[in-house]
């Protein structure tokens, strides 16, 4: 997996098509880009990523290394009118950016989907984020358990409400904060800046 990250972070760099895409997402940074080690696969290192090819990538980064590597569709279709395309591959049943487990000290913010963690860092939140907007699990609610402040920062449609119930259900003491509608944090970033999203927060 490190060696798939690294080449395809290289491959990033190298690519106007995928570095458009990330600017209109508030992402065409140093910051973003290599803090969070994007890339984009333009030929892929292994056979089972052959199928990602053309997609941007996002390592699942911790202490120890790269755990897992998501893959995003950047083309210009709706990509659930199409079978057996999904936005985002693979899923997976783990938290990203645990950093911020690291980082945060009183507050954590949660949520979903690794783009609007990342620009949630970029504003110096150390949030944690779902892959799904379906899945919480109880042994991510004990890694929150020595935080006194959890924010669950929710998309107003129903899977962004049926989400933060679901992180409620099981960290009792989180609040939750809804974002407007039509809006998640990364266009709330893109669109409005990041004033904006920091007084979303509050």
Known sequence: MEEAARTYHESLLENERAALYLDRRGLWTDEAVDGFR?????????DEHEHYRGRISIPYLT?????????RCIKDH???G???HAKYLPGNDLLYNVQALH???ERIY???GEFNAIVMELIGCPTLATGSAAKWYPHWTRLLESYPEVVVVRDPDDAGKAFAKKVRDQVSWARVIEMPE???????????????LENRLT
């Not at 994007?38 to 292994?46: A, M, S």
Request: charged residues 30%; glycine residues 8%.
């Open 78 to 80: 709706d990509c659930k």
């Open 103 to 105: 980082d945060a000290d």
């Open 38 to 46: 994007l890339g984009y696969v333009e030929e892929p290192i292994l």
């Open 110 to 112: 949660v949520l979903e």
């Open 82 to 84: 199409i079978d057996r």
């Open 182 to 196: 039509g809006e998640d944090p990364n266009s709330i970033y893109v669109n409005y800046g990041p004033d904006e």
């Open 63 to 71: 202490p120890a290394g790269v755990s897992t590597i998501k893959f």
